[in-house]
């Protein structure tokens, strides 16, 4: 009976454990089902999504479309390309050259500081001699400053000793109409007038400059050269005679009073006082100049070229000088120097002009200098007696 209750027992509990394993597989079942169907779900949600975006997508780019129609400009500039480094380098050199956009200018402080360089430049070059490096700084200073007073004038005077006289009297010009009560401008301004050949707007200039400043021994020397311009032969000797009462101590006066008895066909009187004018100043190449046309004159034809040859070191630029000089050499047989002298003055050969006449034929119309020179200053006759210079030498 025992056995029977246990055995009934153990089977009522297997039943049992049966039925629990088989309730717990339907409950899985079914929530795996949930799980599908959740995912499908979601699955399906996502494609609407992504529906939705491709038809957003699709009615952006027809909205773009529609605009690229009615605006087709703003679609061009839509599809530019990025700035790059290259671009906007190209876009600050174009804003240098002012072509577009805005680029600041140089500050008024950097404008002077640039100006002051060149101008000490200048200042050193012109100080040491250097006359064509003077020029240069100079010009470089005035095109920062076009109005600088002080740079015109030291330009003026460099352009004056390289014989780009022109030029100079431009730069004393603007320096007048700059300040028109400046006297100071007004002996560089008869000097360079004198230059070019203006004698009597040199003569009038230096007429005010001699008033104003009555004890500067160039403003006389320039107006004796301004009347000697003019043929005023004695009015020009008793003003450079004005000079040298000032001061015996002066190449100007001696180089003026030289040119003036060259210019009258003195030219044994000449010779002295041109060669004084050099012993106080040997790098003037305007003296220079006129002792080589009074030797040529003369027909000595070694020192004309001597002194053609040390005027050319001082005035390097002036053109006149070169085709002087090559002409003397031509009369000299030196055909290699002449050829190069005739390349520097700008010509192939020796010009058929007046200017070589006197080295052509030296005593066409000098047969006798001494003899035949014009009657002096003092309106005595010239003497056939050896000349003498200022110290009393005899001059041969």
């Keep these: 009976m025992d056995i029977i209750k246990t055995l009934s027992i153990s089977l009522l509990l297997l039943v049992l454990a049966f039925s629990l394993q088989v309730g717990a597989e339907k409950n899985v079942s079914i929530s795996d ?52 480094n290259a671009t906007a380098e190209r876009n600050v050199s174009a804003n240098k050259t002012g072509t577009e956009g805005n680029q600041t200018s140089p500050s008024a402080a950097d404008i002077q500081k640039a100006f002051s360089g060149w101008y000490e430049k200048a200042e050193n070059a012109s100080a040491t001699g250097n006359n064509k490096a003077a020029a240069d700084a100079y010009a470089a200073a005035l095109r920062l400053d076009k109005g600088s007073e002080k740079a015109l004038a030291g ?10 006289d022109s030029e100079a009297l431009d730069i004393y010009t603007r320096l007048q109409n700059i300040s028109p009560n400046n006297t100071t401008i007004l002996i560089p301004l008869g000097r360079e007038q004198n230059a070019v ?32 311009g003019l043929s005023r032969y004695e009015e020009a000797l008793t003003t450079v005679r004005t000079s040298l009462q000032i001061s015996t101590d002066q190449a100007g ?41 009074t030797w040529t004159a003369l027909g000595h034809l070694k020192e004309a070229a001597q002194s053609y040859e040390a005027a050319t070191e001082s005035r390097p630029t002036d053109t006149t000088l070169w085709l002087q000089l090559g002409a003397i050499y031509e009369k000299m047989n030196k055909t290699k120097e002449a050829a190069e002298a005739f390349r520097k003055g700008g010509v192939a050969s020796v010009p058929d002009t007046p200017v070589n006449q006197s080295v052509q034929e030296p005593n066409k119309t000098l047969s006798n200098p001494k003899m035949n020179a014009t009657k002096n200053m003092t309106g005595e006759e010239p003497s056939d007696s050896p000349v003498k210079n200022e110290t009393g030498q005899i001059k041969e």
């Excluded at 479309?65 to 087709?72: A, C, G, I, L, M």
């Excluded at 001699?210 to 004796?224: I, S």
């Excluded at 002295?272 to 040997?282: F, I, M, Q, R, Y």
């Design 253 to 293: 006066g001696w180089g003026q009073l030289g040119a003036i008895l060259s210019g009258q066909g003195r030219f044994y009187e000449a010779v002295p006082a041109l060669e004084k004018s050099l012993t106080l100043d040997p790098n003037d190449g305007s003296t220079w100049k006129n002792l080589g046309k």
């Design 197 to 228: 050949g203006n004698y009597e707007a040199a003569l009038a200039t230096l007429l005010n400059a001699t008033t104003a400043y009555p004890n500067n021994t160039e403003g006389w020397n320039q107006l004796a050269a301004a009347y000697a």
């Design 33 to 84: 089902r949930s799980d599908l169907q959740q995912n499908i779900s979601g699955e399906e949600t996502q494609a609407d999504n992504q529906t939705d975006s491709k038809n957003e997508v699709i009615s952006d780019i027809s909205a773009n479309d529609t605009k690229k129609q009615e605006h087709p400009d703003q679609a061009e500039v839509n599809r530019s390309p990025p700035l790059t």
């Design 155 to 164: 330009y003026g005077a460099v352009l004056s000793k390289l014989g780009r």
